[in-house]
């Protein structure tokens, strides 16, 4: 043999070794149990922001929808000017990046009549999150901050949301997630791990590299719940390999699904539940109706 390939048996020796050394060494950490994520069947959560059959935003959709029998709701939430936390309403009645330039009175009253703005176009209600959790005690939200963290918003936005989870008592029914890992991990600083977390998208990639890289079981997992969509960027998540490696660090599962013509071979991966904007089709299937 060359000295080539001595070196390289000597390199890939060198990893198996330390591949072997670290699984003795190293020990997996499951989440703690979260009462919120507790379902003794598959969770179907609608996100009435992008349904399509009801009319948006408004407090009426959530009833309608959770008349149905889902189990819960999946929320994007911004900081008003007051600092009120709001449902992210439809681009019709205000985009979102504008909502720190308004009261929530501000909004209700615009809403309430057809101004010709740009922004503002009426007949559209909007729900504060303390709303919403007061109406439905019985539901699962799952509650995604929007505000960037480098804005003003964005820095109160984790404080805040805290504070109405204690003053609702909600607490252990639902799961603060964001698009921003870095909002999670302000929200977690109040919350000691005492609220669901869900996995922001450089959690997931973290998750996804540690589990096809064979090195697993060096993941320390810093979520409660993975919202999946089929694709993260190039990544293919939808896999029962993924699933199972997350089950087996007690990792609740969601897979978000907008289309249900393949959901026989979704509901092969094993889930604990998806998010959905067809959740009549998915409450039907899974009923048996």
Known sequence: MGRKTNVAITVGAASVAAWAASKVIAKQEPR????????????????????QDVAVNSLTAYTKIADLGVHGFAVDVRLTKDEEILLVPSQELVLPDEISDYTLDEIHVESSYDYDLDILNGDLSVVP?????????????????????????????????????KETDATDRVVVTSHYDEQIDRFNLYAQNSVALGAGSEEIKKAYVAYTSKFGHLYRPNAD???LPEKLGMFPLASEGF??????LNITVFYELDETDDLPKHTKLNVDGFITNHPTQLLTFFNGD
């Open 32 to 51: 703690t149990e979260k009462k919120a994520l507790l379902f003794s069947e598959v969770a179907v959560l609608t996100d009435v922001q992008r349904h």
């Open 129 to 165: 999150l303390r709303e919403l959790l007061e109406k439905f005690p019985q539901l699962l939200f799952v509650v995604s901050m929007s505000d960037c963290p480098a804005t003003y918003e964005g820095s109160l936005i984790p404080s805040k949301l805290w504070r109405l989870l």
């Open 225 to 227: 719940l993975f919202c």
């Open 243 to 248: 699933v199972r490696f997350l089950h087996d």
